[in-house]
């Protein structure tokens, strides 16, 4: 069994704590002996926008297309079929179309999976210290072919539920293993992203998937590989023609290219044909949430699909997905504690997304819904 020893990391300084100060100095006046004054604040600094609106406004097309307007026939059409139903059928319509909105409002509730929100929770809520010194790897007796992850002979438990963290993979139980390794001081769950995916896989059920499909299509419809920057058109086509070639060519369908604002007039029947494609990829939960959070990270669906299947590789990825922002901060300046930052949380899901899909990708998706439950939760490590 392959075992894994914290190491105590070379401690930081503390940072200096910001904080705001009132400045002094020695005025001119005639006598020094009347002390520091208050200086006088700096003018504020105005930044003036490069962006001319009336410019942009000619591009955005003065009549509605065809895509926008209402059939009022099919209208009309749907109105008769109701009032010719009796009461009695009238109510059963109306129940199940309850029962489908309460079934999507609590997959969205309840099951928030698509932003990796368990990550993103307050470490003041519930932060658990790191005590371990020894995290290991080691298989479920009670579920064979599902690992789970060791801290001092405990088992941990999933990101924010009292089941443990089970994972059908020994290699990504590995990956969970070492963000548990490296960890000092508190769990801080940002910096798990392996952990955090895996936690969020054990809740999707089977009919969990189709919401999540649907999900996914809504980045299709305008998605970000459509769109170009009149600055930077010409550097964002040499980046994107390889993954509109292989779209074309895997599914058939063309990709839209618009240079500053416009619809991408996506048809009916290329929504059809890539929600049929994604359904027969049978995709496990695991490849399910690495692709929805890839997708919600860089406002597009066939990015990640590209990038999982080999057609551009990570950097390359990363590249197109930050062109636009990057070309911003050369014009405009970064905003330092904002850009970076982001920028740091991107990089880190989507290569959490890439790594995943990779090692989870020949796991079968009926292995992933046999879903293990804790033999004695007395054994697992409260709060982690």
């Not at 400045?23 to 105005?46: E, M, V, Y």
């Not at 109105?79 to 997959?107: H, I, N, T, Y």
Request: proline share 8%; aromatic share 6%.
């Amino acid at each position: 069994m392959k075992r894994f020893v914290c190491r105590a990391t070379r401690s930081m300084g503390a940072a200096p704590l910001l904080c705001a100060a009132v400045r002094l100095c020695s005025t001119s006046g005639p006598s020094i002996d009347a002390g520091p004054t208050i200086a006088p604040k700096k003018p504020r600094r105005r930044i003036v926008p490069r962006v001319d609106a009336a410019s942009l406004m000619q591009d955005v097309p003065s009549e509605p297309g065809a895509h926008a307007e209402l059939s009022t026939a099919e209208l009309e059409r749907k109105v008769e079929e109701l009032a010719r139903l009796s009461p009695k059928e009238l109510e059963e319509v109306v129940k199940r179309f309850e029962a489908q909105d309460e079934e999507s409002g609590r997959v969205l509730a309840e099951d928030s999976l698509y932003q990796m929100d368990v990550s993103l929770k307050p470490r003041s809520a519930g932060a658990t210290r790191v005590f371990w010194k020894d995290v290991d790897v080691a298989p479920l007796p009670e579920h064979p072919g599902w690992y789970t992850v060791m801290v001092d002979g405990r088992r941990v438990k999933a990101f924010e539920s009292d089941l443990p963290l089970a994972v059908p993979s020994e290699e990504m139980a590995y990956c969970c293993a070492q963000e548990y390794a490296e960890q000092t001081g508190h769990i801080n769950k940002l910096l798990m992203p392996m952990t955090d995916v895996c936690s969020g896989a054990l809740h999707v059920a089977p009919q969990m998937i189709p919401p999540r499909l649907d999900y996914l299509m809504s980045f299709f419809q305008n998605d970000n590989m459509y769109f170009r920057a009149a600055p930077i058109a010409h550097q964002q086509d040499a980046l994107i023609q390889p993954i509109a070639d292989w779209v074309e060519k895997t599914y058939g369908l063309p990709v839209p290219r618009i240079v500053g604002i416009g619809h991408p007039n996506v048809s009916p029947h290329a929504v059809a044909v890539m929600r049929e494609a994604l359904a027969a990829m049978a995709m496990n939960p695991y490849q399910i949430v690495a692709l929805c959070v890839a997708a919600q990270f860089t406002s597009s669906l066939l990015l990640p699909l590209a990038l999982f299947h080999g057609v551009v590789d990570l950097p390359t990825a990363l590249q197109i997905n930050r062109a636009e922002e990057m070309h911003n901060i050369t014009e405009a300046g970064m905003v330092e504690g904002y850009h970076d930052i982001r920028e740091a949380d991107v990089v880190t899901k989507i290569c959490a997304c890439a790594m995943t899909w990779k090692l989870m990708a020949n796991v079968p998706l009926s292995k992933c819904l046999a879903m293990p439950r804790a033999s004695s939760p007395l054994d697992d490590v409260d709060g982690v």
